[in-house]
């Protein structure tokens, strides 16, 4: 059975930093793309970072670019999400994804996300 737990969420103050978990069992981590997508109240779900298979590439939305980092560990089966300078806007729940294309067919996991709220 695929699991994906994220961790890490929590409210911060405009400006702070915090660090998101996703830890994936129940698959091949290696083979599987790794993302990071959030979802604020009333707003459709958008995808923040990916990360490929091999670790080797990423991409970010245009609003967290230079200040967000998405990361992946092999030996720990788990991808992270460095947020910093972080603002009130990016206050949303933050879904772990994990995707690959088989050709016939693509695999989809999701995590059941962490909350992140940025306010003073």
């Known amino acids: 059975q695929v699991q994906l737990v994220e961790s890490g969420g929590g409210l911060v103050q405009p400006g702070g930093s915090l660090r998101l978990s996703c830890a994936a069992s129940g698959l091949t981590f290696n083979s599987y793309v790794m993302s990071w997508y959030r979802q604020a109240p009333g707003k459709e779900r958008e995808l923040v970072a990916t990360?490929?298979?091999?670790?080797?590439?990423?991409n970010y939305a245009d609003s967290v670019k230079g200040r967000f980092t998405i990361s992946r560990d092999k030996t720990k089966n788990t991808v992270f999400l460095q947020m910093n300078s972080l603002k009130p806007e990016d206050t949303a729940m933050y879904y772990c994804n994990a995707q690959r294309d088989l050709g016939f067919k693509k695999q989809n996991y999701w995590g059941q996300g962490t909350q992140v709220t940025v306010s003073s």
């Open positions: 990360i490929t298979n091999t670790g080797r590439s990423t």
